[in-house]
């Protein structure tokens, strides 16, 4: 029986690759914005390995590491209504005072 390091580098990176894709599949499988980004980042870590580019590999396994542990499609939604919400309190400052807000030379367009 062949020994894990008998094996060639690119079938143990790929064994393992396969690993942890399997572990991650189910948490992710709930979250289809965080499956999205997960294999944009895995596609991404393909083009950075052909290339040799280890230093954008390195920091894409990273992002990939801290989509799998912390991205939840909630947390998005969160972050995107609080971000309207934002926004929204920004437009109201101009709508409220646009006489004010001309006279101080801010008033933009909405």
């Known amino acids: 029986m062949a020994k894990l390091q008998d094996l060639p580098r690119a079938v143990r990176y790929g064994f393992a690759l396969f690993l942890m894709c399997g572990m991650t599949a189910p948490a992710l ?10 294999a944009d980042i895995e ?3 393909g083009h950075a390995q052909e290339a040799g580019n280890s230093e954008r590999l390195k920091g894409l396994n990273k992002a990939l590491s801290a989509v799998r542990g912390h991205f939840t499609d909630a947390g998005l939604i969160q972050d995107k209504k609080q971000y309207i919400v934002e926004q929204e309190v920004d437009i109201a400052n101009i709508i409220e005072n646009p006489d004010e807000k001309k006279a101080e030379g801010t008033l933009t367009k909405v």
């Open 29 to 38: 499988a709930d979250n289809p914005a965080c499956e999205r980004k997960a």
């Open 43 to 45: 596609q991404q870590i």
